[in-house]
Antibody
């Protein structure tokens, strides 16, 4: 059974870059798409984007200019970077398998604050 | 970017039946939008209930079913249980394989 685990700093300063990693266990990162989703406190889910193991990506147009998703097949991991963060980027960040998020990580809270 | 609409809140009696819907600002929702449904309980990650309009996951209780209804995607819960009280989200796929979540429906079993 595949499992996903997010990791990264829980606190990021405004204007800096948010960086998170998702480690995939119990299965290979190859052959699937891998997604990032976030949820601001008390709000709904927001699709950030996804990556194919080949490196092909697709991003939410509203975030595309600040977001990069990458994959490291050697480590069975994929990563998210969000640049120039503001308080509006404070959220629980989830990684998930497939473009439509069939399997989810437990999520990690990231707060943007000085 | 398309907007996906869901009822903000619904209430169902224990044992009752309720239908949650998922509409699109671009028009009729079809199987080509590959509707997905997720359940999220407080403090937990979402979990997938329905994929590609009507396909259940191995863990999806039989009382949940997905369909297309009246130009929207629909999630029907037949025989509601107290543990079904949760937030429910739909997800649609659009041109360019970009995904959009609905705003969520808070379902109360009361």
């Amino acid at each position: 059974q595949v499992q996903l685990q997010e990791s990264g700093p829980g606190l990021v300063k405004p204007s800096e870059t948010l960086s998170l990693t998702c480690t995939v266990s119990g299965g290979s990162i190859i052959t699937y798409y891998w997604s990032w989703v976030r949820q601001s406190p008390g709000k709904g889910l927001e699709w950030i984007g996804y990556i194919h193991y080949s490196g092909a990506t697709n991003y939410n147009p509203s975030l595309e200019s600040r977001v990069t998703i990458s994959v490291d097949m050697s480590k069975n991991q994929f990563s998210l970077k969000v640049t120039s963060v503001t308080a509006a980027d404070t959220a629980v960040y989830y990684c998930a398998r497939d473009a439509a998020c069939t399997v989810w990580g437990q999520g990690t809270m990231v707060t943007v604050s000085s | 970017q398309a907007v996906v609409t869901q009822e903000p809140s619904l209430t169902v009696s224990p044992g009752g039946t309720v239908t949650l819907t998922c509409g699109s600002s671009t028009g009729v929702v079809t199987s080509g939008h590959f509707p997905y449904w997720f359940q999220q309980k407080p403090g937990q990650a979402p979990r997938t209930l329905i994929s590609d309009t009507k396909n259940k996951q191995s863990w999806t209780p039989a009382r949940f079913s997905g369909s297309l209804l009246g130009g929207k995607a629909a999630l029907t819960l037949s025989g509601a249980q107290p543990e079904d009280e949760a937030e429910y989200y739909c997800l649609l796929s659009y041109s360019g394989a970009r995904m959009v979540f609905g705003g969520g429906t808070k379902l109360t079993v009361l």
